[in-house]
C-alpha cells in the first residue's frame, strides 16, 4: 500500500473515532466558520431542543450557532493563541437541563503566534452538578440538623480527634468548642473498657447503636449517654472523612418519662372527652411527642412524608394510607418515653403504650412489626416476608431512609444503603419502589 493510501485510512479511523467519542467536537477555522463537528455536537444541540443538522452547518459562523459565553471566549483564543477552559458549565440555550463544559484548543502555525483553527470540545457535566447541587441540599439539611438539635453531637476524625461539637455537647457537657477541639474522644468517656471499644470502633471506621456510657463533664462529675456511632460518607477521593457521635442525656429521658406518667392521665382524659375519637387521640400523643422532645417528633414528621409517599406508590386506599401515617407519626413513641435500647425495643414499647388508647390494629400492628426483618431474623416475633404487616413494612422502608439521611448522606446515597439490605432487612419491591419515587422526584 502506498503512503498516500496509508494516510487516507488513517484520517477515515481518526475521523470515526473523533465521530464516536462521547464529548462534542467542533473545528472552527481562523475566521470562526466550522468546519467540522462530531455527532456528539449534534446530539447535545438536540437534546437542547435545538434541531441541528451538521451538514447544514459546515461553513457557517460559530459567532452566529452559539451563545456569547461560548463565542468570545473562542474569539480571544483565536487572536492570543492560549487555550480557554470554562470555570462554569453552561447551556446551548436558555432554559436547557443540559449543561456543558467548554474548552478550546487553538492550533497554532510553527511560526507565529496567531491561531490558524481552534479545536472546541464540549464535556457534559450535567449529572455532576445536579449531584453537585443535591449534594448542597443535604449539606445544608444536616447543618440545620446540627445546630438546632438538642442531642450531643461530636465529629471526630479518623484517628478519634475531635473535630467539631455542636451547641447542644457545650451546654450539656460544660466544655467550650476550643477546649475539645483536637482532643480525643477517649478523654472524655469515663468507662475505660468503654473508651477503647469506641476507638477500636472509630478506627475501623465501625457502627454502634444505643451504646450506653458515662462522658465526663467541666467541673466533674458524669453525665449518662446512650452513644450511637457511624462513618460519615466517604469524600470524592474515597477517603474516610470521620465518625460522627451522637449521644442521648439518659437523665433527661429519666425525667420526661416522670413527666409522661403525668401527661398520660391527661390525654385518657382527652380520650375519654372525645369519645374514643381516634384522631383525637392521635391529636394528643402527637402534641405530647412534640412537647416533650421536637426533634424526635421532626425525624417522626420526616418518617410520616416518606411512608405516605410509598403507601400512596402502593395503591393503598385513603383509610390505610392515614393508618400509615399515623403509624409512622407515634412509631418514634417508644424512642421518647422509654429511651429503650436496641431499637426493636422502642417499636414494641410503642405498641404497647398506644395500644392502651384504643387504637385500630393496623395501626398498632405497623408499629409493633416496623423493626422486623424481612428474612425473619428481626425482632420481637420472628415475622418474614408477606407475614409481615404491609404497614410495618412501608414504616421499616421509610425509617430506615430518614435515619440514613439523618447521618449525612445524600438521599442518592442513603437509597444506595437500603438497596444493599434489600431482602435481608428490607422489603425488596418497596425500596425498588422508593427508588423509582425518587427518579420521578416524587420524594421529598
Not at 442518592?412 to 422489603?427: C, H, I, P, Q, T
Request: charged share 30%.
Amino acid at each position: 500500500m502506498s503512503a498516500e493510501g496509508e494516510r487516507g485510512i488513517w484520517r477515515k479511523l481518526t475521523r470515526e473515532i473523533l465521530e464516536q467519542v462521547p464529548v462534542g467536537i467542533i473545528l472552527v477555522d481562523d475566521q470562526m466558520r466550522v468546519r467540522f463537528l462530531n455527532k456528539t455536537t449534534e446530539r447535545f444541540a438536540l437534546a437542547s431542543g435545538l434541531n441541528l443538522n451538521g451538514e447544514e452547518l459546515l461553513g457557517r459562523d460559530f459567532g452566529e450557532l452559539s451563545p456569547k459565553s461560548w463565542s468570545e471566549p473562542v474569539r480571544r483564543c483565536m487572536k492570543n493563541g492560549k487555550r480557554y477552559e470554562a470555570q462554569e458549565a453552561t447551556p446551548i440555550q436558555k432554559g436547557s437541563d443540559l449543561l456543558l463544559q467548554l474548552t478550546v484548543s487553538p492550533i497554532l502555525p510553527s511560526d507565529g503566534e496567531k491561531a490558524i483553527a481552534a479545536v472546541i470540545t464540549l464535556l457534559d457535566v450535567s449529572e455532576a452538578e445536579h449531584r453537585m447541587a443535591q449534594m448542597a441540599k443535604d449539606a445544608r439539611r444536616f447543618d440545620h440538623v446540627w445546630t438546632s438539635s438538642c442531642e450531643l453531637m461530636i465529629l471526630v476524625d479518623e484517628r478519634g480527634r475531635i473535630v467539631d461539637y455542636n451547641m447542644a455537647a457545650e451546654e450539656t457537657l460544660g466544655f467550650f468548642k476550643e477546649q475539645v477541639l483536637g482532643n480525643s474522644l477517649e478523654d472524655y468517656i469515663d468507662v475505660a473498657k468503654d473508651a477503647q471499644f469506641l476507638s477500636k470502633t472509630i478506627e475501623e471506621g465501625g457502627y454502634v447503636s444505643n451504646f450506653e456510657t458515662q462522658l465526663l463533664k467541666r467541673g466533674g462529675g458524669t453525665l449518662d449517654v446512650n452513644l450511637t456511632l457511624a462513618s460519615m460518607p466517604k469524600n470524592e477521593r474515597g477517603e474516610e472523612t470521620g465518625t460522627l457521635a451522637i449521644g442521648r442525656d439518659m437523665s433527661k429521658v429519666a425525667r420526661l418519662k416522670n413527666e409522661l406518667e403525668e401527661l398520660t392521665g391527661e390525654i385518657g382524659d382527652v380520650q375519654r372527652d372525645l369519645n374514643g375519637s381516634r384522631s383525637g387521640v392521635i391529636d394528643g400523643l402527637s402534641l405530647l411527642m412534640e412537647k416533650i422532645d421536637g426533634n424526635v417528633y421532626d425525624r417522626s414528621q420526616q418518617i410520616v412524608r416518606v411512608a405516605r409517599a410509598l403507601a400512596l406508590f402502593e395503591g393503598m386506599d385513603d383509610e390505610a394510607v392515614q393508618m400509615i401515617e399515623e403509624a409512622a407519626l407515634l412509631s418514634e413513641l417508644g424512642r421518647i418515653v422509654y429511651g429503650v435500647s436496641p431499637e426493636e425495643e422502642h417499636a414494641e414499647s410503642a405498641s404497647e403504650l398506644i395500644l392502651t388508647f384504643g387504637l385500630a390494629k393496623p395501626i398498632v400492628e405497623a408499629v409493633r412489626h416496623h423493626e422486623e426483618w424481612y428474612d425473619g431474623s428481626g425482632a420481637p416475633d420472628g415475622l418474614e416476608e408477606e407475614l409481615i404487616p404491609l404497614g410495618a413494612r412501608v414504616l421499616a422502608v421509610a425509617e430506615a431512609l430518614v435515619s440514613s439521611r439523618e447521618l449525612g448522606n445524600p438521599t442518592e446515597k442513603a437509597l444506595e444503603s437500603l438497596d444493599a439490605v434489600k431482602g435481608v432487612r428490607l422489603d425488596p419491591k418497596l425500596v425498588e419502589h422508593l427508588i423509582e419515587l425518587y427518579r420521578m422526584d416524587e420524594l421529598l
